[in-house]
């Protein structure tokens, strides 16, 4: 399996306090890759990190086989990351069909691909199409974390990133969720680095995983072997959602 993306010794934090020291992990094509870790270890930051919002002190971001490391965050999107952050960011004033035509800024030239990719999105998430005039500030929260998906998806990427998207939901939906993104790795073959505090499901779903403290690489390895691992089973299982 080749390699899509890669992060080699990162260190980067705020205001001068450092938030990762040496961090490296890689995702390769096709492969579903878990990050783990308690509140404050840094994953959030590394998601943006490889984005392009936060520039590391030291390090290197490769991604499919380029130094990516001093492209800008909105470049990245077009290269084929597509970034699902915490908290959803949708554009509560806009409508549906506006905020999932601002994620495919990047291919605004190309009319027909950028239709397609619409239409692909809508079918994948039906409640969407349903909405698709609507405000989207006044979607459900589980309806607004498929619209940050879909706005993701819009740029027609390579790589999906997502930063806690089960966070504020009920169990239920965030298992629905869950499943859409199971889907889209299966069946489109998109590679996937997921941050998730429900970290037994995320493993079942994942192939390897990585466990982030105190803003370094404590563990990595197959997903059968870190949900195995005491360690992780003491501090960073989650409760499963209810069937």
């Given at each position: 399996?080749?390699?899509?993306?890669?992060?080699?010794?990162?260190?980067?934090?705020?205001?001068?306090?450092?938030?990762?020291?040496?961090?490296?992990l890689?995702?390769?094509?096709?492969e579903f890759?878990?990050?783990?870790?308690?509140?404050?270890?840094g994953?959030?930051?590394t998601?943006?990190?490889?984005s392009?919002?936060?520039?590391?002190?030291?390090?290197?971001v490769?991604?499919?086989?380029?130094?990516?490391?001093?492209?800008?965050g909105w470049?990245?999107a077009?290269?084929?990351?597509?970034?699902v952050?915490?908290?959803?960011?949708?554009?509560?004033?806009?409508?549906v069909?506006?905020?999932?035509?601002?994620g495919?800024?990047a291919?605004?030239?190309?009319?027909?691909r950028?239709?397609k990719?619409?239409d692909?999105?809508l079918?994948?998430?039906?409640?969407?199409?349903e909405?698709?005039?609507?405000?989207?500030?006044?979607?459900?929260?589980?309806?607004?974390?498929?619209?940050?998906?879909?706005?993701a998806?819009?740029?027609e990427?390579k790589?999906?990133?997502?930063?806690?998207p089960?966070?504020g939901?009920?169990?239920?939906?965030?298992?629905?969720?869950?499943?859409?993104?199971?889907?889209?790795?299966?069946?489109?073959?998109?590679?996937?680095?997921?941050?998730?505090?429900?970290?037994l499901?995320?493993?079942r779903?994942?192939d390897?995983?990585?466990?982030?403290?105190?803003?370094?690489?404590?563990?990595?390895?197959?997903?059968?072997?870190?949900?195995?691992?005491?360690?992780?089973?003491?501090?960073?299982?989650?409760a499963?959602?209810?069937?």
């Amino acid at each position: 399996m080749s390699e899509l993306l890669e992060l080699s010794g990162i260190s980067a934090g705020y205001g001068g306090v450092r938030v990762l020291d040496d961090v490296s992990l890689t995702v390769g094509e096709g492969e579903f890759v878990v990050l783990l870790g308690p509140n404050g270890a840094g994953k959030s930051t590394t998601l943006r990190v490889l984005s392009g919002l936060l520039k590391p002190s030291a390090g290197k971001v490769s991604f499919a086989g380029k130094d990516i490391t001093r492209v800008p965050g909105w470049r990245r999107a077009g290269l084929g990351i597509g970034h699902v952050p915490e908290g959803r960011r949708i554009f509560p004033d806009h409508t549906v069909l506006e905020n999932l035509q601002l994620g495919g800024f990047a291919l605004r030239r190309d009319r027909t691909r950028t239709q397609k990719l619409m239409d692909e999105v809508l079918d994948l998430f039906p409640r969407l199409a349903e909405r698709r005039d609507q405000a989207a500030g006044t979607l459900s929260g589980g309806e607004a974390q498929m619209l940050a998906m879909g706005r993701a998806l819009m740029s027609e990427p390579k790589l999906l990133v997502l930063d806690e998207p089960s966070l504020g939901l009920a169990p239920l939906k965030a298992a629905e969720l869950f499943s859409y993104v199971k889907r889209l790795h299966e069946e489109r073959g998109i590679s996937v680095l997921l941050v998730e505090q429900l970290a037994l499901i995320a493993l079942r779903l994942a192939d390897r995983a990585y466990v982030l403290e105190r803003g370094r690489v404590a563990l990595s390895g197959t997903a059968a072997q870190i949900a195995a691992d005491p360690m992780v089973k003491t501090l960073y299982l989650g409760a499963e959602p209810a069937a």
